[in-house]
Structures are given as C-alpha cells and as structure tokens.
C-alpha cells in the first residue's frame, strides 16, 4: 500500500529552489516543468568538470521529490553515473556517442510500464541476451517490462518513491535488467528525477549506478 507523500522540505538552497519551482507551477505549469528540466541536464553537464557537487545537489533534489506521478510516454535522458569518477568517465563516453534509451512508457491502471528504445538497439539487445525479444514500438522498440509501486527510498528511507521494479517481471533477463531498481521522484509536475540501484550479489544494499530523468506529459 502506498505510503503518505511528505511535504515537508529538507533546508537548503537545492530546497529553496525546488519550492519555488512548485510555487511557479501552480499558475504556470508548463514553464516551472521546463525550469526544472533545464536544472536537471545543468547538473548533468556540470558533473564531468564538477563531479562532487553535481551529486551533492543532484541528492538534496532528490530528497525534495515526492512520488512521481506519470502516464503514458516520457522522454528521458541520462543525466550522470555515479559510480566511481573513473568508470563513470570510461562509461560516460560510450553512452555520449550511443544512448538507445528514449524513455519509459507507463501505464498507472495496471501499474506496469515499458522501456522505450531506438530501433538500433534491436541487435545488440539480441547479442546480450540472445532469448530476449524487444518489440517494434511507435518510437523504435520497447523492452523491459516493469512493475511499479510507491514506497520509502532503498538508500532515501526519508522519501517516498514511486518504484520501477524489473525483478517482478520474470521475462526479463536474469542477467542485468532483472537486478535493476529505479526509483522515481517528482520534482514539479511534469520534471521527474531517478535513481537507478543495480542489486549485487553478496551485497546488503543496492548499488548507486546511475541518475535519469523523465519528462511527462501535465
């Protein structure tokens, strides 16, 4: 059963702007959703030359969400790993150059959702996972099934999470996707920033790997 969304924001400059971008959405819906974007892929950029304080702002953001709250087809986009300064330039080039990731696809009634991807990422979704089959989609190929659900943070126990289980689905890959845990907040109406943990084996809790972010329809 869902949990109470907290209202109440954390101190802090990240806090203070994050109230008046809702403050903003409350006559101007579209234009504090777009603010909030831009703020999120600024964060992203400035973690390659800035690594700790992107994350540091990138964090107290997602402290400030609520759970998110989406229909339909979002864009999204990588914003920056964060899993160690060295990988996460050596895998921050390859996904620069190739993101076959267009976003997630939701569908709140049957709490499920999809993947979105390019149609190139058919054949080497194949070679990684020769028995797994994507499927054609409007936008290319969807993949990767999930179920979703809203409860307290895995690493964030302060913050109520909508979240973007793969494990659930057991026609996803063992390999990977079915040890992936995203966890969704609202940031404003429209703007929604992610975690994504990875599962590992012999390990207590989840490993950070990764922020995204969502775009959705108001």
């Not at 790993?81 to 895998?91: E, G, K, N, R, S």
């Not at 390019?118 to 990767?144: D, I, M, N, V």
């Amino acid at each position: 059963m869902a949990t109470a969304t907290r209202e109440a924001l954390p101190s802090g400059a990240v806090a203070k702007r994050v109230a008046e971008l809702r403050a903003q959405a409350e006559s101007d819906p579209r234009g504090a959703r777009e603010e909030a974007w831009r703020w999120i892929g600024e964060l992203g950029r400035r973690a390659a030359t800035d690594r700790a304080a992107a994350l540091e702002d990138l964090q107290a953001m997602f402290l400030c969400g609520r759970p998110a709250s989406v229909e339909g087809q979002t864009e999204g986009i990588l914003v920056t790993w964060t899993m160690q300064p060295l990988a996460d330039q050596v895998i921050g080039r390859i996904t620069n150059a190739w993101m076959p990731w267009l976003g997630k696809k939701f569908d709140p009634e049957r709490a499920r959702g999809v993947n979105t991807l390019t149609g190139s990422a058919r054949w080497p979704a194949k070679l990684l996972w020769p028995l797994y089959r994507t499927e054609p989609a409007p936008l290319g190929r969807s993949a990767f099934e999930f179920e979703t659900y809203v409860e307290p943070g895995r690493l964030d126990r302060s913050v109520d999470v909508l979240v973007i289980d793969y494990a659930r689905v057991k026609t996803n890959p063992a390999l990977l996707i079915r040890q992936i845990r995203d966890e969704l907040v609202e940031i404003v109406p429209g703007a929604n920033l992610g975690k994504m943990l990875v599962n590992l084996p012999r390990r207590s809790e989840p490993f950070p790997a990764l922020y995204f972010a969502l775009k959705s329809d108001i």
